[in-house]
């Protein structure tokens, strides 16, 4: 039987390159693919097909920021598929990204300058806004929306012959620094991606530790800075040409300057073909590329608290069921 793989955020970057790489690698997945719109998805399906015109490639519409949306995208591949293989939950949002100048400057002058390239600490903030339910944008679509979407789908994941997979993009700006407990949602702040891609560290650690027994398991990757939708919007697009010519010099000295999105799915298609009991869990798995252009994958370990993992999971689950009772009506 095909492996059935469900890839969000699937229409551009990172997640585009990953559907053509993974049938690269095997032509007989059914791919799902999940954008915002059925416009974007079924462009993105065409656009998958011209290249491999054999390939077994469906779609479904969900807006990870619109709960309602999650709900019935689950309800809808309930219906369609008896099982998943994989999960790679991709999509994300940086909203209004704005760069801190002075402090990129200050890192010229302490010789910090090449870490905070290469992470973004403390040069890159957001402005982030309220859902229609009333959550912070960049929690739900990048953490909340996915998390809500793997309860949905326990029944594809759980108890199968083989191992279900759920794979995070997540990132190398993922710091405990700009994540609180008290602010999960990170309401006060101004660094929502930051905080969103720890929560999702943290959460994937918790997931683990709840579902490996039942044949899921969850791994956290980092792209890498890759040239993307996301990153054109930090400056202005005349700025990044003149940069260019600079960033491919910085990748002989940051190996997670990947750049393009075929090199930042590098860590994604290589846990595809990793048996998930012999992983690290506690490791994110890095798409690196040498200056000469030679893509490998870096394990590195994450630096969370399985104390505030569980307690996070906890805060989740409470909000779940707040969001549960709202949409009662969608549930089966």
């Given amino acids: 039987m095909e492996r059935v793989v469900l890839v969000t955020g699937a229409n551009s970057g990172?997640?585009?390159a990953l559907c053509h790489r993974l049938l690269e690698e095997d032509g007989r997945i059914h791919l799902c693919i999940a954008c915002r719109s059925v416009q974007k998805s079924e462009a993105t399906r065409d656009l998958i097909l011209a290249t491999h015109?054999?390939?077994q490639v469906s779609t479904v519409e969900v807006d990870l920021s619109n709960l309602g949306s999650v709900?019935?995208?689950a309800q809808e591949l309930r219906c369609r598929f008896q099982r998943l293989d994989f999960v790679y939950l991709n999509a994300g949002i940086m909203p209004n990204p704005q760069v801190n100048f002075k402090a990129l400057w200050q890192g010229l002058l302490t010789g910090k300058v090449l870490h905070m390239l290469t992470t973004a600490e403390g040069m890159m903030?957001?402005?982030?806004?309220?859902t229609g339910d009333g959550l912070q944008e960049v929690f739900t679509t990048n953490l909340f929306g996915h998390f809500i979407l793997v309860r949905q789908l326990q029944s594809l994941l759980c108890g199968n012959e083989k191992p279900s997979r759920l794979i995070w993009t997540s990132?190398?700006?993922?710091?405990?620094?700009a994540f609180s407990l008290s602010d999960y949602q990170h309401a006060k702040g101004q660094e929502s991606y930051s905080s969103s891609k720890y929560a999702t560290d943290l959460t994937s650690v918790v997931l683990n530790r709840k579902y490996n027994n039942q044949g899921l398991y969850s791994s956290v990757v980092c792209p890498g800075l890759v040239m993307t939708n996301m990153t054109y919007r930090i400056l202005p697009f005349f700025l990044w040409k003149l940069l260019m010519p600079i960033m491919w010099l910085i990748r002989f000295f940051a190996k997670t300057y990947t750049l393009t999105p075929y090199n930042?799915?590098?860590?994604?298609?290589?846990?595809?073909?990793?048996?998930p009991e012999y992983l690290d869990l506690l490791?994110?798995?890095?798409?690196?590329?040498?200056?000469?252009?030679?893509c490998y994958v870096e394990p590195r370990k994450m630096d969370v608290d399985e104390d505030t993992a569980e307690k996070l999971y906890q805060k989740l689950l409470e909000l779940e069921k707040q969001i549960l009772e709202r949409y009662s009506d969608l549930l089966d």
């Fill in 53 to 55: 015109p054999a390939a």
């Fill in 71 to 73: 709900l019935r995208a």
């Fill in 171 to 177: 990132s190398s700006n993922a710091r405990e620094s």
């Fill in 264 to 275: 930042g799915a590098e860590a994604h298609v290589w846990l595809f073909k990793q048996k």
């Fill in 283 to 294: 490791v994110k798995y890095h798409s690196c590329t040498t200056g000469l252009g030679r």
């Fill in 125 to 130: 903030t957001q402005t982030d806004r309220l």
């Fill in 14 to 16: 990172v997640g585009l």
